[in-house]
């Protein structure tokens, strides 16, 4: 179900990768869609679903793990968190 969602998102140009730069952006309000992994650290998610809240932003809870999201976004890394605006 997600899965599209975040396929269409990565066509985008403007996409952010981490809890760093998606809070920072969610503070400055340029983000429309928040992707967490299923297996996203309790913390992290707490304080992106707080921030999504305030600037009221779709959060998109993925049945995929950090290491299968960085698989299709083609990343080395384990992505937990992802945005786009």
């Known amino acids: 179900m997600s899965l599209p969602k975040l396929r269409e998102a990565l066509k985008s140009k403007k996409i952010f990768f981490g809890t760093r730069q998606t809070i920072r952006q ?5 983000l429309k869609i928040v992707f ?17 809240s305030l600037e009221k932003v779709e959060i998109v809870r993925m049945e995929q793990g950090s290491k299968e999201i960085a698989q299709l976004c083609k990343k080395n890394y384990p992505v937990s968190v992802l945005s786009t605006s």
């Not at 969610?26 to 340029?30: A, F, H, P, S």
């Not at 299923?38 to 913390?43: F, Q, T």
């Open 26 to 30: 969610l503070k400055r309000g340029n």
């Open 36 to 52: 967490l992994s299923h297996d996203c650290n309790p913390s992290t998610k707490k304080g992106v679903e707080h921030y999504a």
